[in-house]
């Protein structure tokens, strides 16, 4: 029943912009936290980010610090990643999920920073 599905990735230059979208169903969005991960070939999938329910704690992993931004809409079941100064160590698939167990993983969207 838990659905996640991951949109707005693309092929961007280095020090681009991208906005990504996972839109949640199947369960009660509002009191979840979520987080985005994502994953390079070859290796393992990356904590990328984390917001609480309700938008009030956000967390970053160091290597986009600065350069990304997590936020959700309760209202419409959907959590974003804000993704600008893109460097190609970002090129990745991008996947969203539902703490605090990560059971539900998706297709992904392809993240691509040319150089």
């Known amino acids: 029943q838990v659905q996640l599905v991951e949109s707005g990735g693309g092929l961007v230059q280095p020090g681009g912009s991208l906005r990504l979208s996972c839109v949640a169903s199947g369960f009660t969005f509002s009191i979840y936290a979520m987080s985005w991960h994502r994953q390079a070939p070859g290796k393992e999938r990356e904590l990328v980010a984390y917001i609480s329910s309700s938008g009030g704690s956000i967390n970053y992993a160091d290597s986009v610090k600065g350069r990304f931004t997590i936020s959700r809409d309760n209202a419409q079941s959907t959590v974003y990643l804000q993704m600008n100064s893109l460097k190609s160590e970002d090129t990745a698939v991008y996947y969203c999920?539902?703490?605090?167990?990560?059971?539900?993983w998706g297709q992904g969207t392809q993240v691509t920073v040319s150089s």
């Open positions: 999920n539902r703490l605090p167990v990560y059971s539900y």
